[in-house]
């Protein structure tokens, strides 16, 4: 099945600084990436996901970025706030399996 | 508004029961799927479906088993609850693999 490595599984940074969250996966068939944002105590929930035809796509300040050829994709948070703190999880779908997650935390 | 519920929300079990937990979606949806949340592994397929009697083993799926009778449910059941199964329960469906999954609220599973 697939394999899906999540770094790092924590993460601290100042308010407006940038976060960044890197995946790689092992199934070269997967062409679905998604991320979900899960605050604590809730169900995770989508914030953004590209296509394998897709190299980098952006909505407001979170962006994603795509490298087939290498496996790996990525998560970009610009100018972040205390609300983006949560657990952030990847995923590569050829089948429906998750990275392990990252915990981020936005110091005011 | 459409919607993916699950119950209970809550679970108090005893080693050896056997423990049903229901997920319910309005989305009409063909995919269903069940995950597992514990600390330090994050979200971990125990089994899904891409349609009315369709059911698939996930990576984690010993000591589960699912039925699809009906394309609004999938419940999940633990033949024999172990102490191993105590987690957060998650029901999520979609409308095809490369699309949003939804997921239900959780359920809290505690076996004693």
């Known amino acids: 099945g697939e394999n899906v490595e999540q770094h790092p599984s924590t993460l601290s940074v100042q308010e407006g600084d940038s976060a960044v969250i890197k995946c790689t996966y092992s199934?070269?068939?997967?062409?679905?990436f998604p991320w979900y944002k899960q605050e604590l105590g809730k169900r995770p929930q989508l914030i953004i996901d590209?296509?394998?035809?897709?190299g980098e796509k952006k909505d407001q300040r979170i962006a994603v970025t795509l490298n087939k050829t290498a496996k790996h994709f990525s998560l970009h948070i610009t100018e972040t706030q205390p609300e983006d703190s949560a657990v952030y999880f990847c995923?590569?779908?050829?089948?429906?399996?998750f990275g392990t997650g990252t915990s981020l935390t936005v110091i005011p | 508004d459409a919607e993916i519920t699950q119950s209970p929300r809550h679970k108090i079990t005893e080693t050896g029961r056997q423990v049903t937990l229901a997920c319910h979606q309005t989305?009409?949806?063909?995919?269903m799927f069940w995950y597992r949340q514990d600390l330090g592994h994050g979200l971990r397929l125990i089994h899904y479906?891409?349609?009315?009697?369709?059911?698939n083993k996930g990576e984690v799926s010993d000591g589960y088993s699912v039925s699809r009778s009906n394309t609004e449910d999938l419940p999940l059941t633990l033949e024999s609850a172990a102490s191993s199964q105590t987690s957060v329960y998650f029901c999520?469906?979609?409308?095809?693999?490369?699309?949003?999954?939804?997921f239900g609220p959780g359920t809290r599973l505690t076996v004693l």
């Open positions: 999520a469906s979609s409308g095809g693999l490369g699309y949003e999954q939804f």
């Open positions: 199934d070269s068939a997967s062409n679905y």
């Open positions: 590209i296509r394998s035809n897709v």
């Open positions: 995923a590569a779908v050829n089948q429906f399996y």
């Open positions: 989305w009409n949806h063909n995919n």
């Open positions: 479906s891409y349609g009315v009697h369709d059911t």
